[in-house]
Nanobody, 125 residues
Framework: QVQLVESGGDSVQAGGSLRLSCAIS????????VGWFRQAPGKEREAVAS???????TYADSVKGRFAVSQDNAKTTLYLQMNSLELEDTAMYYC???????????????????WGQGTQVTVSS
């Protein structure tokens, strides 16, 4: 069974940086998509950043130029480097993965099969 475990969430001041990690285990399959989502209190979950099977990355407009998604060479850890953090970045961050032939739209729409439990990021002024 595929398992995803996030870490790295913390409380940080606006303008600061954090790096989230997501350890992926339980499969040797190549993922079709892996990525990060977030959900703030009272808001819907949104896609933050993703990597598709060919290495193409996608970012939400709100984080472009500030966040960077990457994987280690073994594809067992997914990272999200977050710089210039803003108050609006406060949320629970989740990593997700899928190994099926789904579309990018389906993945970014939240239809990933495997999800982590989340790690909290709180940005304060």
């Amino acid at each position: 069974q595929v398992q995803l475990v996030e870490s790295g969430g913390d409380s940080v001041q606006a303008g600061g940086s954090l790096r989230l990690s997501c350890a992926i285990s339980g499969t040797r399959l190549r993922s079709s998509y892996v990525g990060w989502f977030r959900q703030a209190p009272g808001k819907e979950r949104e896609a933050v950043a993703s990597i598709q099977w060919d290495g193409t990355t996608t970012y939400a407009d709100s984080v472009k130029g500030r966040f960077a998604v990457s994987q280690d060479n073994a594809k067992t850890t997914l990272y999200l480097q977050m710089n210039s953090l803003e108050l609006e970045d406060t949320a629970m961050y989740y990593c997700a993965a899928d190994y099926r032939a789904i579309t990018r739209g389906q993945f970014l729409g939240g239809e990933a099969r495997f999800w982590g439990q989340g790690t909290q990021v709180t940005v304060s002024s």
